[in-house]
């Protein structure tokens, strides 16, 4: 019996690019709630754009150091699967933030260091999944969706369950996973021919590479 791989496209803004994912077989889908980025859409297409998943996927929205009053609101309007927290939010935050919404937490967590990799156990108690992503630079202007890999060795011993994220796009996404072993893979920038704006071919291709090294790693 093979263990599926979760495939999570992340950054859908449109009902055509969703249609894509979905049909694509996408496991999760990501809604961007973060006005700095180019993926970023309002709690009222969001929650168009869920009704429209229904439960062919698990939906998921992405949110960056909102306050109470902003996850309220959002769970509220959109009624997610999964909140991902993809800011500085720490333990105890993610912890009262599950207790508060009583829904699933995706804790996503930057690694540039063999520390960064290590702190994640703290989360393994508080959070439903981790994401391990590449770290930002310290003047980027978004934590995440930046289309940059990092160093997967550095994963070694890391918590579990986790998605792997950062940069992965429909060349590397085989690799990853082959070397990684992941509960899942995460992808936005490398399934768009430009930022914000996602690619029909390049989510088939993902999904296909992600699912294609899966099964032969288990074969
Ligand atoms: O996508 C964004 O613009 C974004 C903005 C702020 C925080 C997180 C963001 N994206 C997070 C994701 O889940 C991405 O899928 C993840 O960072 C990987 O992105 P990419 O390297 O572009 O595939």
Known sequence: MISPLHVKICGLSTSESLEWALSAGADLVGFVHFPKSPRHISAEVAATLARQVGNRAKTV?????ADDDLLDHLVATIAPDAIQLHGRESPERVADVRRRLGRSVIKALGIGSAEDAAGARAYTSVADLL???AKPPKDASRPGGLGVTFDWSLLAGAPTPFLLSGGLDPTNVEDAVRQVRPYGVDVSSGVESAPGRKDEARIRAFVA???AANEEGQR
């Open 61 to 65: 929205v992405l949110t960056v150091d």
């Open 131 to 133: 994401l391990y992503d």
């Open 209 to 211: 590479a992600a699912r």
